[in-house]
């Protein structure tokens, strides 16, 4: 079992539809979060990131932990063409730790 | 955010031959960088964590007189590829961690060995 899972998608959605994204891990000790947006033959950017269980909101982006269940999500609001990237879930035990990744899942957003 | 960068963005060469990849952090102070690999469609995996003044700390399976690294300033980190064959062939990501939790990455280094 990986210890991050995240379904690789893809995922097409209409221009402005709610876009739900979500990762599991098997790791307790993971208690960083983060989400990062990765365009195609660029580096990852870094969208948000999260500490512990919680919900935080940015923008169109709200990224949510729950520890207990051990389940992250990303979810965009009224999506648009220029969401169309691949989308990272990463974690990791410390704040200024490597980050162990998901898959990463494919979306694309049509006009 | 604070901004990484890496040179070269791309690099074809031939096997048996060596191939440098420079990491910059271009606002901040690094004393910690990190190397990752990605294959087309896959993510990343981290290779090694590359620590100013100190030996890099590679992951289990990745070679360390294969993948050279060293971090001679708080700003570059350097990452060697030797003796480079055609499964070398790779994307290449840097990453350094300006504050907690916030891991910043480099445009990448598309690596093709012939």
């Known amino acids: 079992q990986k210890e991050v899972e995240q379904d690789p998608g893809p995922l097409s959605v209409p221009e402005g539809a709610i876009v739900s994204l979500n990762c599991t891990y098997s790791?307790?000790?993971?208690?960083?979060f983060m989400w990062y947006r990765q365009y195609s033959r660029k580096g990852p950017e870094l969208l948000m990131y999260?500490?512990?269980?919680g919900n935080k909101e940015d923008g169109r982006f709200t990224a949510q932990v729950d520890k207990s269940s051990k389940y992250i999500s990303l979810f965009i609001r009224d999506s648009q063409p220029s969401d169309s990237a691949t989308y990272l879930c990463?974690?990791?035990?410390?704040?200024?730790?490597?980050?162990?990744f998901g898959q990463g899942t494919i979306l694309t957003v049509h006009p | 955010g604070a901004v990484v960068s890496q040179h070269p963005s791309r690099v074809i060469c031939k096997s048996g031959t060596s191939v440098k990849i420079e990491c910059r952090s271009l606002?901040?102070?690094?004393?910690?960088m990190f190397w990752y690999r990605q294959f087309p469609k896959k993510s990343l995996m981290l290779m090694a964590t590359?620590?100013?003044?100190?030996?890099?700390?590679?992951e289990q399976g990745v070679e360390k007189d294969k993948f050279l690294i060293n971090h001679a300033s708080l700003t570059l980190s350097t990452l060697t590829v030797t003796s480079a064959h055609p499964e070398d062939s790779s994307f290449y990501i840097c990453?350094?961690?300006?504050?907690?939790?916030?891991?910043?990455f480099g445009p990448g280094t598309r690596l093709t060995v012939t």
């Open positions: 590359s620590n100013e003044g100190s030996k890099a700390t590679y």
């Open positions: 606002d901040f102070q690094a004393t910690t």
């Open positions: 790791n307790s000790a993971f208690q960083y």
């Open positions: 990453s350094a961690t300006p504050a907690p939790y916030e891991q910043y």
């Open positions: 990463a974690m990791s035990p410390t704040s200024y730790g490597k980050l162990t």
């Open positions: 999260t500490y512990s269980s």
